[in-house]
């Protein structure tokens, strides 16, 4: 079986994570501080705090901002539960939008969905495609927007305006006008969960960007604090000499990353742009190349003038079929030992939030993108003779459905 997305495992990483299993340092330490500083200079923003997940990350930011009950959130109706789940930590209100036919949200339908409550925008980078930033952060600036918008606490005060939080979970070392995932708004979270193009097994980075007044090192300062249950020193500053007394400033959290974890990230970071997303760009061009030739592939956008993607997901859709054959293309390609996935199944549709109210009637191409969908597999050490199965698999099982 060609499985879907089996992490980058080389003697490098395994010798990397040995090291500091036998350094007597494992958790939050010196190469969790080494990777924060590689990222934001591979980004390109202003400060990176690395923690033990994604969701973890978009949750703290949340919780900093201030949102809770009678708040409100608008992220797109098509993306992982994470999303959707953290807002609902915080006692306020996920809104769904549509999103457009490259999967992404629609600033349109943002637009629409902003109502005095709304304190942050959560777009997704799905499949690793940026957003239309420009769009979006000229919205949260427009006059009449930002007149409407009322703050509540200190940093709602000082931003004056809607919070832009991306979900970049998919999307590192993707390009929006030549500006780096990370860079682009307020706040960017990535995901460094098992699955994804850069893996720490689970892990997750908090990239900071605020404009003035905020100052984002003092702010890399206080959220380490908030991230670490309040204590005003980490466990490696607490073990110095002289240095064991600390204080607790607030109730803070456990979102801390591990010397283990970050050790894997160091190794990957610093061959990511000239090794990882190579190898991830040839396999999306092959996938192109050959879907291309067929009527019924209708093969995404990865690549335009202004954006560039990071080649996390491959999302395959099937012209003119329903849900249920394009289920049925899936247990033929299954059938043929490929791995595929489908990305996503739009949040209204799961039972937790439809029995919330939600529902995916209101967000109709969120259903066609999921109904028409395949994601394939893209992983590094997948080889051409694997890629040539997976374009037969594919086609053979779409011939087959056709044929019943
Ligand atoms: C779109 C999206 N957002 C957030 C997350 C959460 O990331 P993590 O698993 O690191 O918490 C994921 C993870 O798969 C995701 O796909």
């Given at each position: 079986?060609?499985p879907?997305?089996?992490?980058?495992?080389?003697?490098?990483?395994?010798?990397?994570?040995?090291?500091?299993?036998?350094?007597?340092w494992?958790?939050?330490?010196?190469?969790?501080?080494?990777?924060?500083?590689?990222?934001?200079?591979?980004?390109?923003?202003?400060?990176?705090?690395?923690?033990?997940?994604?969701?973890?990350?978009?949750?703290?930011?949340l919780?900093?901002y201030?949102?809770?009950?009678?708040?409100?959130?608008?992220?797109?109706?098509?993306?992982?539960?994470?999303?959707?789940?953290?807002?609902?930590?915080?006692?306020?209100?996920?809104?769904?939008v549509?999103v457009?036919d490259?999967?992404?949200?629609?600033?349109?339908?943002?637009?629409?969905?902003?109502?005095?409550?709304?304190?942050?925008?959560?777009?997704?980078?799905?499949?690793?495609?940026?957003?239309?930033?420009?769009?979006?952060?000229?919205?949260?600036?427009?006059?009449?927007?930002?007149?409407?918008?009322?703050?509540?606490?200190?940093?709602?005060?000082?931003?004056?305006?809607?919070?832009?939080?991306s979900?970049?979970?998919?999307?590192l070392?993707?390009?929006?006008?030549?500006?780096?995932?990370?860079?682009?708004?307020?706040?960017?979270v990535?995901?460094?969960h098992?699955?994804?193009?850069?893996?720490?097994?689970?892990?997750?980075?908090?990239?900071?960007?605020?404009?003035?007044?905020?100052?984002?090192?003092?702010l890399?300062?206080?959220l380490?604090?908030?991230?670490?249950?309040?204590?005003s020193?980490?466990?490696l500053?607490?073990?110095?000499?002289?240095n064991w007394?600390?204080?607790?400033?607030?109730?803070?959290?456990k979102?801390?990353?591990?010397?283990?974890?970050?050790?894997?990230?160091?190794?990957?970071?610093?061959?990511y742009e000239?090794?990882?997303?190579?190898?991830?760009k040839?396999?999306?061009?092959?996938?192109?190349v050959?879907?291309?030739?067929y009527k019924?592939?209708?093969?995404?956008?990865?690549?335009?003038?202004?954006?560039k993607s990071?080649?996390?997901?491959?999302?395959?859709?099937?012209?003119?079929?329903s849900?249920?054959r394009?289920?049925q293309?899936?247990?033929?390609?299954?059938k043929?030992?490929?791995?595929?996935?489908v990305?996503?199944?739009p949040?209204?549709?799961?039972?937790?939030?439809?029995k919330?109210?939600?529902?995916?009637?209101?967000?109709?191409?969120?259903?066609i993108?999921?109904?028409?969908?395949?994601?394939?597999?893209?992983?590094y050490?997948?080889?051409?003779k694997?890629?040539?199965?997976?374009i037969?698999?594919?086609?053979?099982?779409?011939m087959e459905?056709?044929?019943?």
């Amino acid at each position: 079986m060609i499985p879907f997305s089996p992490p980058r495992v080389d003697q490098k990483i395994i010798d990397e994570v040995v090291d500091t299993l036998k350094s007597g340092w494992i958790t939050t330490g010196p190469k969790t501080k080494k990777l924060e500083v590689l990222l934001s200079d591979y980004c390109g923003h202003k400060s990176t705090l690395c923690v033990n997940s994604g969701s973890g990350g978009l949750e703290l930011m949340l919780m900093w901002y201030g949102v809770g009950p009678g708040d409100e959130v608008i992220i797109p109706a098509y993306t992982y539960t994470a999303t959707a789940n953290v807002i609902m930590h915080t006692g306020a209100k996920p809104i769904f939008v549509d999103v457009k036919d490259d999967f992404n949200i629609d600033v349109d339908e943002i637009r629409a969905a902003i109502t005095p409550n709304t304190k942050v925008i959560m777009p997704v980078d799905i499949g690793g495609f940026p957003c239309d930033y420009d769009e979006i952060n000229a919205l949260v600036r427009d006059k009449d927007i930002q007149a409407m918008f009322e703050p509540k606490g200190k940093e709602q005060n000082a931003l004056g305006r809607i919070l832009i939080l991306s979900d970049a979970a998919h999307s590192l070392g993707a390009e929006y006008k030549g500006a780096k995932s990370g860079s682009l708004t307020d706040v960017t979270v990535f995901s460094f969960h098992a699955v994804k193009n850069l893996t720490t097994s689970e892990g997750g980075a908090i990239c900071l960007n605020l404009p003035k007044p905020f100052v984002n090192d003092e702010l890399y300062k206080s959220l380490n604090i908030k991230s670490l249950h309040g204590q005003s020193k980490d466990a490696l500053a607490k073990s110095q000499i002289g240095n064991w007394r600390y204080d607790v400033l607030e109730a803070g959290y456990k979102y801390n990353m591990t010397d283990i974890a970050a050790a894997m990230g160091l190794v990957e970071i610093q061959r990511y742009e000239s090794d990882m997303l190579v190898k991830r760009k040839y396999i999306f061009d092959r996938y192109a190349v050959a879907f291309s030739k067929y009527k019924w592939a209708w093969v995404p956008t990865y690549e335009t003038e202004d954006k560039k993607s990071s080649y996390h997901v491959f999302m395959l859709r099937i012209h003119g079929i329903s849900e249920v054959r394009r289920d049925q293309v899936i247990d033929g390609i299954f059938k043929r030992e490929v791995s595929v996935n489908v990305h996503f199944i739009p949040l209204p549709m799961m039972s937790f939030y439809s029995k919330l109210g939600y529902s995916i009637g209101d967000t109709p191409n969120a259903f066609i993108n999921y109904s028409h969908e395949i994601s394939l597999p893209v992983y590094y050490d997948l080889t051409d003779k694997q890629i040539d199965t997976v374009i037969k698999a594919v086609v053979d099982s779409v011939m087959e459905m056709h044929e019943k």
